[in-house]
Structure formats: C-alpha cells, structure tokens
C-alpha cells in the first residue's frame, strides 16, 4: 500500500467539522487581498526595502502569517491527523487557536503598517498565543504517530523552527521601541529564513511527500531522499543560525549547499512522483506547483548571488519577492485548489456514500482568473524591483489584488455550497 493511499483509509472517521479548516481558509483568502493592496500602498518603499516599519513590513507579515500560516495551521489541523491516523485529542482547542490568530495578526499588521509599536506587540503576543495552541496540539497529535515517521519528523522540524522564529519576531518588534539589538538587520534575515525556509518549508515538505503522490496518483515515493531531505534542510537551517551568532561566513556557505542539496532531494522526489503518475493532465493546480519548484530554486541562486556579493540590483528586495510570493504563494494557492474541494467532497459525501464531483464544489473562472493574474503580478512586479520602477511595482500589485480576490471567490465559493449541503442534509 502507498502511503497516499494509507493516507486516505479512514479519513472520514477523522475529519473535523467543517467550519474548522475553511475559517482559516477563508481568513487567508482575505489577508491575501490585504497583502497585494499593502504592497500596492509601501510600492515606493520597495525595491530598495531593508526593514523597518511600514507597509512594506506589512504586506510581508500579512503573507507569511495571515496568508501561509494560517493556511498552514488550517490544514495541519485537518490532513496531520488523517496522515497520523491519529485524531486531534481536543476541537474546541482549534477555535481558540483561531480567535487568538486572527486578530493578533491584523492588530500586529495594522501596527507595522502605522508605525505604532504597542499594536505590534499587542498583536504578536495574541498571534504568539494562537501559535503556541496550534503548536501543542500538532505536538500531541506527532507524539502519537508512528504510521508515517517521515512526515512526523518534518514536522517536529517545523515546530522548532516556529519556537525559534517567533521568539526572534517579538524580540526585533520590541528592538523598535528601545533599540537595544545592534545587527537588527541581521535578526531580521534570520527571521525570515526560519519563517520562510524553516516553519513553513518542512510543512511543505513533509506534507508533499503525501499529498503529491495523492494528487498524481503515483506510487509510494522512496524514504530515503526523504530523510536526506530533511536531514539536509535540518542542517541548512542550524547552519545558517550559527552564522548568524559566529559571524562565520565559513558556516553561512556550508548551510547554503546544504539547502541545495535539500532542494535537490526535494525535487528528485517530486519528479519521480509525476513520472509514476497515472494522471496525464493535471490542470491548472499543477502548473502553479511546478512553478513553485522552479521558484524555489531561483529564490537559493538570488540567496547564493547576495552571499557572494555580486551586485544584483535591488538585490535584497528581489530575493524576498521570489521567497515569499513566487515560490510559498505559488505554491499554497496551487495546492489549495486541490486541497479545497477534496475535503469539501469528503464532507459532502459524509460518513457513508459517494462524494459529489469536485468540479461540482469548485469555481474554474475564479481559478483561472487568479492563476493568470497572479503570475502577471509577479513578472510585472519583479521587473519594478529590477528596474527601480514603483510604478511598476504599483500596477503588479494591482494586478495581484485582482487575481487576490479570484481566489477569494473560490474559496468562499466552495464554503457556501458545503454550507448548503448540510443546511439540506439537516
């Protein structure tokens, strides 16, 4: 049996309520519009962006917490304990972790984009508390597998690394008020790594180890890149942490091989699953996965360029673009439009029964809509940070409001009819 497939034995017996995974998906629909419309507000802050409080700070945090960790929490929620086999031990735990999130982010968004340090820090000890929720229970729920070691290790890594950067984040928020940090700039970067690389690269990881397979229809993927995978974004992320504290530029270079060969194994494995695939056409979700992967791999050769000083312009800007919105949100959008209607059928479809069509659950204009803009918005808004154009910048985040709201439409669109499901079941 492949470990898709004891992925899926059981599953409705652990599904949660509905309403737990789709409010954070709906919730990351929105702050996904609020992120392109912030963009489009700090655009002249941009190209030559190197920290600081602003709009800029702000559409990165509306990313990487309100639009990838909330989709993170929202899905580990529901697909680690199907993947575990192993049900959460609590629910009303995953709504607390909810309404602590939700607004702990906006507060701590809003007090960036506004220069006020008390929302900041008021709004990142509500996230905090919303993550440390979310962090226990995936932990008791990991402590418990032994179906899939492999995923569970993935994200046990995960987890360390959201300890990590979530002490780092409330210690730089309070460096802007007493501004006692002297490499501030420096924290920052490792922030974004652990963020980026760290916390929400091992849930993609591990998870695709599963839900590719799943997706393709392939054989069961091979455990040993597996766990080279792993072993080597491990030791990418210590590495580059004890730069960091070292100041070991020696260290800094040792961690980025190990990253690329982390890629590399990520990659080989992705390949041999779409080569075993007994699904020819994969649709738009995949051509949005695919390119993810060729992002991410541009995202480590932009990293390599800056750690070996050559003059890219804007340099720094531009590596955090390909980072965060090429590779992270290329990739959950695309794996969201699969991951979306799939559950939304098993709820559909019950404890017994035949689930309906996904194309019935599903909103292929929205889809197509947000796909093309999306990509619009990033070449367009690369090309603003390369050419030093906020004008640029400007109409890409324009663009990427547009195709923002697509996938809104999607996703609430998928949520209504799941809603009217069970409204004519009762």
Same mark, same amino acid.
């Given at each position: ?154 994200? @046990? ?95 800094? @270079? ?13 990659? @080989? ?158």
């Amino acid at each position: 049996m492949s470990m898709a497939t004891g992925f899926l034995t059981g599953a409705k017996d652990r599904l949660l309520p509905a309403s737990v995974p789709f409010r954070f998906f709906i919730a990351a629909s929105l702050f996904h519009i609020l992120a392109w419309a912030a963009l489009f507000w700090g655009a002249d802050q941009v190209p030559g962006f190197a920290g600081g409080t602003g709009p800029v700070l702000a559409a990165i945090h509306l990313l990487t917490l309100g639009v990838f960790a909330m989709t993170a929490i929202g899905a580990s929620y529901q697909l680690l304990p199907v993947a575990t086999r192993k049900p959460l031990a609590r629910t009303w735990p995953t709504r607390l972790s909810f309404w602590l999130f939700l607004p702990g982010v906006a507060i701590l968004t809003a007090g960036m984009a506004l220069h006020e340090n008390a929302w900041m820090m008021t709004g990142a000890v509500a996230a905090c508390a919303g993550l440390a929720v979310f962090a226990l229970l995936t932990a008791d729920n990991l402590r418990r597998a032994g179906s899939v070691p492999i995923v569970a290790a993935h994200g @046990w890594a995960a987890l360390a690394a959201l300890v990590a950067l979530a002490a780092i984040g409330l210690t730089l928020i309070e460096d802007f008020r007493a501004g006692f940090l002297p490499r501030h700039g420096d924290l920052a970067t490792l922030h974004l790594v652990l963020a980026s690389y760290g916390f929400m690269g091992m849930l993609v990881f591990g998870f695709s180890l599963v839900l590719v397979p799943m997706f393709v229809l392939s054989r069961s993927l091979p455990t040993r890149p597996g766990w080279a995978q792993l072993g080597l974004a491990v030791a990418a992320l210590v590495l580059f942490s004890a730069a960091y504290a070292l100041h070991g530029g020696v260290l800094a @270079w040792l961690a980025f091989a190990a990253a690329l060969g982390a890629t590399g194994a990520h990659l @080989w494995l992705m390949r041999a699953a779409l080569r075993s695939s007994m699904r020819r056409r994969l649709g738009l979700p995949f051509v949005q996965i695919r390119s993810a992967w060729g992002f991410l791999a541009l995202s480590l050769v932009l990293g390599g360029l800056l750690l070996a000083g050559v003059p890219v312009p804007n340099g720094a800007a531009l590596f955090g673009f390909v980072l965060l919105a090429g590779w992270l949100l290329t990739f959950l959008t695309g794996v969201l439009q699969r991951i979306i209607p799939f559950l939304a059928s098993m709820h559909a479809a019950g404890k017994s029964g035949l689930p309906p069509l996904l194309s019935e659950l599903t909103a292929e204009n929205a889809l197509k809509t947000h796909s093309v803009c999306h990509f619009a918005a990033l070449a367009v808004c690369a090309a603003g940070i390369l050419l030093d154009l906020p004008v640029v910048i400007r109409v890409g985040a324009a663009i990427g409001v547009v195709g923002a709201v697509g996938f809104a439409v999607f996703t609430i669109t998928v949520a209504v009819k799941i809603a009217r499901r069970h409204h004519r079941a009762a």
